[in-house]
């Protein structure tokens, strides 16, 4: 039996739907000791064994992105999707398991071993800028409770900037992985994003040039568990209801469950973990840029089950945002005017003004719909749902 779960009767495969195969590949992997050079090795913790309310959502194969037909084919699916919960899962993405267990030991590695002092020489200079780390109790969760999630988000340019010692031997790795995200699965995405449209394939990819100057990044993320009387206060919730401010989120799926979407029926529902999967969703920028085709995904965090409650929530992503120059104006044909065009706010406008103001407290009641708060940013209606 190979470390990626093959059955040793790989003619049964055949007969099987692609979801079975991939629990069955699940049940079946095995964590074989992978050599780090050095790096403590993440072991991921058990999945929960509760049985929770779980989202159904498409899964995409990326291999199948290959041929045109195969592009189409899958844009179909995209769009479905997108129209449906809002989020797939990303199979056969380019990254094998041991591959993806070794990124996920460099993430742990930038929490584990760099100390608090270290940690401050490269927190991030400007809450405009999603490089460095963001320590816990920055954000305004509810009720004065703050959070409790630390983050260090990498520029796609890996190298243009300095990071903590822990970092540094492991910046060929990160670097490779932050052009596999973007030039890869980002691109092919996009690709099949804008053939759902009916426009050229290129259109978005155009707009998320890896050279360019802008935002898109790598992040670690760990959450870490809170008090009681902190979970009585928020309710639970450690990240209100959201969208993303950017293009799209790629989170590579971990053991933890938490993250719940709100379905179209307005119940929210877990994200269940397949192992090496991705999971994608759209953000701010695409609904912006697509004129509405593709709205951002309603998403939240909260305390995990039970069985996972005392555990250090580790997080892989990658942000994806348009390069800084971009104007965040509809692609479509006829949806904006040139007035509307020329005064759209562009990417580095809007990235900036987003990341500012978040979790700082000021959103107000929305006069139109229970239990959410809203502002005005930039023109656009933002909203967060309690």
Wanted: hydrophobic share 35%; proline share 6%.
């Amino acid at each position: 039996m190979s470390s990626t779960g093959a059955t040793p009767f790989p003619f049964i495969r055949r007969f099987l739907s692609p979801l079975t195969r991939l629990r069955l590949s699940e049940k079946l992997s095995f964590k074989r000791p992978i050599s780090t050079g050095g790096l403590a090795e993440y072991v991921p913790p058990p999945t929960t064994t509760e049985q929770l309310d779980w989202a159904d959502l498409a899964i995409i194969d990326l291999s199948k992105a290959d041929s045109l037909e195969g592009r189409k084919a899958l844009a179909d699916e995209v769009v479905q999707a997108m129209n449906t919960q809002g989020f797939f899962y990303l199979v056969n993405h380019g990254y094998a398991f041991e591959q993806t267990r070794r990124i996920f030991s460099i993430a742990s590695s930038t929490f584990d071993d760099v100390d608090n002092e270290e940690k401050k020489m490269y927190m991030g200079k400007s809450p405009a800028v999603y490089e460095g780390y963001k320590p816990r109790q920055t954000w305004q969760i509810e009720q004065g409770v703050t959070d409790q999630i630390e983050h260090y988000n990498i520029n796609h340019d890996v190298r243009n900037r300095m990071h903590p010692g822990a970092l540094r031997p492991h910046l060929d790795e990160i670097e490779k992985f932050s052009r596999h995200n973007h030039t890869h699965i980002l691109f092919t995405i996009l690709r099949l994003m804008a053939m759902g449209m009916q426009l050229p394939e290129d259109t978005f990819v155009d707009m998320h040039r890896f050279e360019a100057p802008g935002e898109s990044s790598v992040r670690f993320m760990k959450y870490y568990p809170r008090s009681p009387e902190e979970e009585l206060q928020t309710k639970n919730v450690w990240l209100k209801g959201h969208t993303d401010i950017g293009s799209i989120t790629i989170l590579w799926s971990q053991p933890i469950s938490g993250l719940q979407i709100l379905s179209p029926d307005g119940v929210w529902r877990y994200i269940k973990h397949i192992e090496n999967a991705l999971v994608v969703n759209s953000g701010d920028v695409m609904q912006l840029l697509s004129g509405n085709f593709y709205k951002p995904t309603i998403h939240r965090v909260i305390q995990p089950p039970k069985d996972q409650e005392h555990i250090e929530r580790l997080g892989v992503f990658y942000f994806a945002m348009a390069a800084d120059d971009v104007k965040l104006a509809s692609v479509r044909a006829g949806a904006a005017s040139e007035s509307e065009k020329a005064h759209a706010p562009t990417m580095s406008d809007w990235r900036k003004e987003r990341t500012e103001r978040y979790g700082t407290g000021s959103m107000k009641p929305s006069s139109k719909e229970e239990k959410v708060e809203e502002e005005i940013i930039l023109g656009v209606v933002v909203k967060e749902y309690n």
